[in-house]
């Protein structure tokens, strides 16, 4: 399985930037694709999930309202809206078997991430 992240880049507060995430080589039926993000010297963290079996996006409360994720053929998006500061980040895709208990915002519920690609708002 890949995941290979493209889209980042560096805007102004109030910019808006749209990540891509290219996935291959996962057939599995029933799964999760979820965005996660990385600040220096902070814990990666969950941002937005969107799961095969719902038609329902997941969101982490910071991000509620400005960020959207979808899927396409292949593919995971985050569209990042009304950025601030503190979105600055590593932006990362993950990929993980959905089962019971399972927690989107949880790093280790995920078994397959991308490299990342980074997110800087000034």
């Known amino acids: 399985v890949q995941l290979v992240e493209s889209g980042g880049g560096s805007v102004q507060a109030g910019g808006s930037l749209r990540l891509s995430c290219a996935v291959s080589?996962?057939?599995?039926?029933?799964?999760?694709l979820g965005w996660f993000r990385q600040a220096p010297g902070k814990d990666r963290e969950g941002v937005a999930a969107?799961?095969?079996?719902?038609?329902t996006p997941r969101y982490d409360d910071s991000v509620k309202g400005r960020f959207t994720i979808s899927s396409g053929s292949a593919a995971v998006y985050l569209q990042m809206n009304d950025l601030r500061p503190d979105d600055t980040a590593i932006y990362y895709c993950?990929?993980?078997?959905?089962?019971?208990?399972?927690?989107?915002?949880?790093?280790?519920?995920?078994?397959?991430w991308g490299q990342g690609t980074q997110v800087t708002v000034s």
């Open positions: 993950a990929a993980g078997f959905l089962y019971p208990g399972f927690n989107y915002l949880e790093t280790d519920d995920y078994r397959f």
């Open positions: 080589g996962y057939t599995y039926s029933s799964y999760c």
């Open positions: 969107i799961y095969s079996t719902e038609n």
